[in-house]
Every structure is written in C-alpha cells, then in structure tokens.
C-alpha cells in the first residue's frame, strides 16, 4: 500500500485523486452529520409506506395509514358548516333589531356580515365600504333611506330602484331643467352650497333659498336635513353621493343621475341579509 500525501499546508492527508497538479484534501463529513443523513433517508422511507407519496397515472399510492389531507378538510368543512346551522337557524329565528342582544349572536352575525360583505358588496362601496363616485360612503352618518338596522336590513334586502323587486326603495328627483331657468338652477346651487361651504358668488345664496324653498324643502326638508321616508338625501353636511363642487350640484338638479342597488334577499336568504344589515350597521355610521 503506497504511503498517504500530506498537504503540506493544511498538515491533511489527501484523497489520492488529483487534477492539473491539484490534489483532494481528505476531510469526511462529521459522523453526526452522515447518521442524520441516513435518518432522514429512514424517514423518507417510512413516509412513503405510511402517507400518500408516489404519483400515480390516475392518484398516488394510498399510504398504509390510508390518510389524506382531503378528506380531513372536507370533514373540518362539514363541522364547521353543523356549527354554523345551528347559529344560522337562530340568526333567521332572531329580529334583526335584537340579534346585537346575544352576544355570541352578534359576533357571528359580524364576521358572517363581513365576509359576504366581501364577495357582494366591496365591487361598489369599496373593501373597506368607504364607496367610490356614485357610490355610498357607509361608515358616515349619512344614510338616505335612514340607518337604523332595520332600515338597513330593508334597502339591503329589496333594493334601490330595482324593477324586479316589488318593495324596492323608490325614489326619482325630477330633472328640474324642465322647471327652472338656469339663473335659478345655478342660484339654488350655491344655496346648497352655502349650507357647508363657501359658494363662488354668495350673493347667489338668498335668491336660491327662496328657490329652494319653493321646490326642494318638500323633500329635502325646510332647513335641507333631508327625509328618509322619501329617500331624499340631506344636503347640509357636505357629504355628497354624486359631487361637491358648485358645476356638479347644479348638474344634478338640472338632470339627475339615478343609481340602481339590486335586491340580494332573492340572492343570498334572510339570515345573510341579517348578518350584512348588523355589519354594516356595526361600522360606525348606523344610527
């Protein structure tokens, strides 16, 4: 047996294998290292017979254990959905004016709510239902046809405008284009305005209350705080559906835009509407 190299560097016994005048140092992997190796191999091993491994044309190798991830979930799923029966069958049984009473009620009925929030509501009132232009902001105070829960659950369930629903929330602001002069539009307009801003030509303002008064405050109320029973929405605390500035007011007197909110008790059943109307109403601005 011919004599081992020594590095004369490192003092390392090399391999013998050398390349281009380069030898091998001769350093093993540590024994700690290698017997968790092989442990991991064992392991491997083992898994493959007890668990799903190998994939299969049409599956994978059963495992001895016969177990699967599937099925697990669908069981959990199916748990869930028995616990959820229960209070979901409660929720239908409950008022919606009374659900806020049973605490453990309400918390469902809040995360229910949110969810279906979620996939029905967020495309038009935003993920956080702080709308968009057209579209209503529900976390303030302004609520058009009121923001009890009831009302809530009420516009929610049937609507705004929405021909397919019976009892659906109606209501059509005249194009007052056909009514007015232009003069008088634009007066009206800054009287509006002037209600929580400053309008460009305030000597506008007293021609357009009489304006006002004359035409609007039937709906909109005398002092314009607006009138949920009609779905005339309050005009003097500068929140606005369809535009703030002087122009756009003035546009939506001369030609109203009228939005469609579709009914989703045919959609989702009464127990989502619940949990929708207590979500909503939970976000801060229900009244």
């Known amino acids: 047996m011919s004599e081992k190299h020594i590095d004369d560097v490192s003092g390392v016994a ?14 093993p992997l540590p024994r700690w290292w290698l017997w968790t190796f092989y442990l991991t191999i064992i392991w491997a091993v083992g ?9 299969l044309i049409n599956g994978a190798t059963k495992g001895y254990l016969g177990y699967s991830s599937r099925a697990e979930v669908v ?26 009473a049973d605490p453990e009620l309400l918390q469902f009925a809040i995360a229910g709510g949110s969810s279906a929030f979620k996939v029905n509501c967020a495309q038009c009132h935003g993920s956080g239902a702080s709308g968009s232009p057209g579209y209503p902001n529900l976390n ?15 516009t929610i369930a049937h609507g705004i405008r929405y021909e397919a629903d019976d009892d659906t929330r109606i209501s059509e602001m005249p194009a007052f284009a056909d009514m007015l002069e232009p003069q008088q539009i634009n007066e009206v307009a800054a009287y509006v305005v002037s209600l929580s801003d400053t309008p460009a030509d305030p000597a506008m ?5 009489a304006v006002f008064a004359e ?8 002092n314009a705080e607006g009138l949920p029973d009609f779905g005339a929405p309050r005009l003097s605390d500068g929140i606005w559906l369809k535009g703030s500035t002087e122009a756009q007011i003035a546009s ?7 939005g469609v909110m579709p009914a989703w008790v045919g959609r989702l059943g009464e127990p989502t509407i619940k949990q929708l109307a207590v979500f909503v109403h939970t976000l801060g601005g229900g009244q």
């Open 47 to 55: 898994y493959m017979f007890l668990y799903p491994a190998i994939p």
């Open 14 to 27: 090399t391999t013998g294998h050398e390349w281009d005048g380069i030898r091998e140092l001769n350093n």
């Open 205 to 209: 303002v007293e021609p357009g209350k």
């Open 215 to 222: 035409n609007c405050a039937a709906c909109h109320g005398e």
């Open 252 to 258: 939506q007197i001369r030609a109203p835009k009228h």
């Open 75 to 100: 069981s959990e799923l199916a748990d869930a959905k028995a616990a959820q029966g229960a209070l979901l069958e409660k929720i239908a049984a409950t008022p919606v004016e009374e659900i806020a």
């Open 140 to 154: 303030d105070d302004d609520w058009i046809w009121g923001g009890t829960i009831d009302q809530i659950y009420l």
